[in-house]
């Protein structure tokens, strides 16, 4: 069975008769059985749910109704959305016990829309990180060259789109955490407008900046899957009662006379060369299909990672300040006080990162720092919004590299954390904006060093709320790039039955 | 610069426990995150307001009806340690 072809043809499939949601489910459970040991995209496997809520599916389609494009179809869900009976983690030690008594709303959506979760996808602990070396488990790989990173910190969910080990999955997104791993394995990520898809059942990273959202093999996907998991929740005040269009009814629009702001501060010194080739070829196949595309300049973002690392580390030692095993999680033996149980918890609980960003945002927050931190930057944050309002107004569209490189190698960055924060310059502008952003696969291009060729990100951003416009507009260019998103020079890959690419689908060629 | 001091302080707002090696990496790894932090205070923001939200919502209301709530034993499910229906911590009153 191909395992590595979109969720769109895979229920074409179902609907001609030619495979069945329980032969699918069965087809990447006994996938993730035999690669998930050298990949690491699952913190837990529900191989008894999935196939339970397969063989629901399996009933529907005999009996001709099917319950949407969703139906019977194979998922990862980052584990930081709270499943019931399912334990959550989050990638932490301090919940690696905890069973939620209740679905996060984006759960519940999914399984009404008839989805078929294969487990939950690994993560850097608490969402903190950008290459899922951070989960307090174990490592991901990334399917096109196990020695590097899946970027993160949904590597989890990337990693098994982009593996065939989930037909399509599920992250979140608080400064680039979707985008930059779907660049990293050469899929599309949609980071979509803040409100738009439910964070009830989201383990709370920082609350203002939250974003849950899809990773699909392919846009069409993506867009089926915001088409399930938006619309709003009473039980998020930010969830935002706005309609939710068919995503899908006008993709083959084009691009044909839309503005494109191309952003000078986006292409900065530092950045792979072959990355940013890859990126002005890309450019260059929209002009070919009739966008106009111009330079803008967006001038805040020199400052908008440093206001990052500011709100971000605030509002998570905010959010962090319940892991007190009193009520739910780790709690540390060996007596002492009230006071020494709390500290003595949360030193065991915790990873490295994890307590890095409470320390940085506790002190950004306490007293006598507050306004020259936490205060300044969200005034910039005002000014970062600003600059886009102000492009959006000229533009129907910005568009950017989606991370300054490729995939880069295990281990390389985990001594130094501010090396790891740079991978977010390009993806926090649009988080501390709100506004919808999509990565799609550019090409491929050679590392520095050596090794299989890895995929480049091309990240589109839009006003708020205009995801279908942004959706076809990343449709107009995948057609025009013609990626083929399916690792190729990948080792480990047994490519039993599973589709190669020759040369891989080069983004310029 | 952060200080050692300034770490231990922040550490027990935090409520964080930390060795003595875990607080000089954090003095030395903090210092370094606020150098880049601090380009912050450059930036001219006479008369900016603050953002906390990207997209604005105020006052979201809702019928003030009953409903049902989770079950008490779904609820200390999860608890570390509990005494019949509370939560049991270490002892916070002495005698």
Redesign the interface.
Known sequence: MDLQRPIHELTAAYRRGETTPGAATEAYLARIEKLDGRIGAYITVTAEEARAAAAAADRRYRDGTPLGPLDGVPLSIKDVFCTRGVRTTCGSRILE???P??DATLVTRLAAAGAVMLGKGNLDEFAMGSSTEHSAFHVTRNPWDPSRVPGGSSGGPAAAVAGGLAAGGFGTDTGGSIRQPAAFCGVVGLKP???RISRYGLVAFAS?LDHPGPFGRDVTDAALLLGAAAGHD?RD??S?DAPVPDYTADLPRGVRGLRLGVPDEYFIAGMDPEVERAVRAAIEVLKGLGAGVERVSLP?T??A???Y??IAPAEA?SNL?RY????????AEG??????????T??QG?GAEV??R???G??AL?SGYYE??Y?????????I?ADFSAAFAEFDFVVTPTSPSVAFGLGEKTDD??AM?LNDFFTVPMS????PAISIPAGLAEPEGGGPRLPVGFQIAAP?FAEQKLLDAAYALEQGIGFDATPSGAPYVPMDGIKRTGSGGEGDG | MISREEVEHVARLARLALTAEELERMRAQLNAILVHIDALRAVDTEGVEPTSHAVPVVNVMREDEPRACFPRDAMLANAPDRSGEFFRVPRIIED
């Open positions: 016990q905890f069973v008594p209740y407008t803040y409100g203002s009473p005040a930010t935002i805040a020199p400052y990672l440093a206001t690392y500011v030692s300040a007190d095993g009193v009520r739910y999680g780790l709690r007596g002492g006080d009230l006071i020494e149980m709390y500290e003595a949360r030193a915790f307590k890095r409470i320390m940085l506790t002190y306490s020259a931190y205060g300044q930057a969200q005034k910039v944050r005002t000014k919004a954390p501010l924060y501390l904006a709100g506004i708020a």
